[in-house]
């Protein structure tokens, strides 16, 4: 059994899909690991360390790639890289299928079996597989961070002999496990914390992390949740009533965190022009859903932007990728964690279960076809 760990082709992706400490692992299961030369410099990550976990350094993604049984990577490869694996590789990585059908088809035609990630279904034996949720809680720790830096004042209250520095008040938009992880990190900063989701089961985290909760709690409200625990895109009449409330808010807060995602569609806009320009001077907006659209109206993909009035719109993409050497250790585990489940303990051999429910809930292509129902080509 060998295992490839190929290094990213997006210039802006720092992470890496294997750390020392999973290469042992997978030692351990029996595998050849082969590593590309390179492939975590950006995460803190020399060749050399790779070497002393016991993994080949290849000079490139060819060589590297080279009959390799399951490859690792983040992001889903490019077209020109596909030729390199061989027919029937596993492919595992954050493979951003909605949107992207001609790229899921490029795989099938590859003849490779890709695994996306992030379609793990939310069970309790696939949490520690959890790339969502392992990448988002970093997301929403840098978020507060980056507000922190961009914001030109102190956040939590201060009493000095030259008078008192009032704390700041922070507002979290969307409670899931980055805007919880927000919350929790705005908190021990010192600044005052109120967040709002339209998830009833939001309330009580938010509650329980010391902030003020802030919704229009109607029927429709209670009953916002999918049964796999994501948000539900709410009626335009409930949007209004929220947007009023929150407008009214927002036009007190020093810095506002939007997290809201809704899978495989564009970012609910969340903040209009209005309201941002209803904001004081010197306010700040980071918004984590740039790379789907954004949640603020304005928002520009990697750029902070300025309004007029001196209020700032943080749009870093890839916010994960800030914290690199971190987000790939977890995501590194994530993925070791579900490779596991693919190897036979005893021959230390391949032995991919195809109906697991973890497999057919992230298999995206096998065989030479797209097989999972929610990509398949439509028929004319």
Sequence with gaps: MRIAVLSETDPAEPRVAAVPETVKKYKALGAEVTVQSGAGLKAGVPDAEYEAAGASIAPDAKAAADGADIVLRVRRPAAEELPALKRGAIVIAIMDPYGHEAEVKAMAD??????????????????????????????????????????????????????????????????????????????????????????????????????????????????????????????????????????????????????????????????????????????????????????????????????????????YANVPGRLAATSSSLYARNLYAFVETLVDKTSKALAVKWDDELVKATCLTRDGAVVHPNFQPKAA
Excluded at 279 to 292: F, H, I, K, N, T
């Design 110 to 315: 590859a003849g490779v079996s890709a695994i996306a990630m992030e379609l793990m279904p939310r069970i309790t034996r696939a949490q520690v597989m959890d790339v969502l949720s392992s990448q988002a809680n970093l997301a929403g720790y840098r978020a507060v961070v980056d507000g922190a830096a961009v914001y030109g004042r102190a956040l939590p209250m201060m009493m000095t002999a030259a008078g008192t520095v009032p704390a700041a008040r922070i507002f979290v938009m969307g409670a899931g496990v980055a805007g919880l992880q927000a919350i929790a990190t705005a908190r021990r900063m010192g600044a005052v914390v109120t967040a709002t989701d339209v998830r009833p089961a939001a309330k009580e985290q938010v509650e329980s992390l010391g902030a003020k909760f802030v919704a229009v709690e109607d029927d429709e409200f209670k009953q916002a949740e999918t049964a796999g625990g994501y948000a539900k895109e709410m009626s335009a009449e409930y949007k209004k009533k929220q947007a009023e409330l929150v407008a009214s808010h927002i036009a007190k807060q020093d810095i506002v965190v939007t997290t809201a995602l809704i899978p495989g569609r564009p970012a609910p806009k969340l903040v209009t022009a209005d309201m941002v320009a209803a904001m004081r001077p010197g306010s700040v907006l980071v918004d984590l859903a740039v790379e789907r659209g954004g949640n603020v109206e304005g928002v520009k993909a990697d750029e902070v932007v300025e309004t007029e009035k001196g209020v700032k719109i943080v749009g």
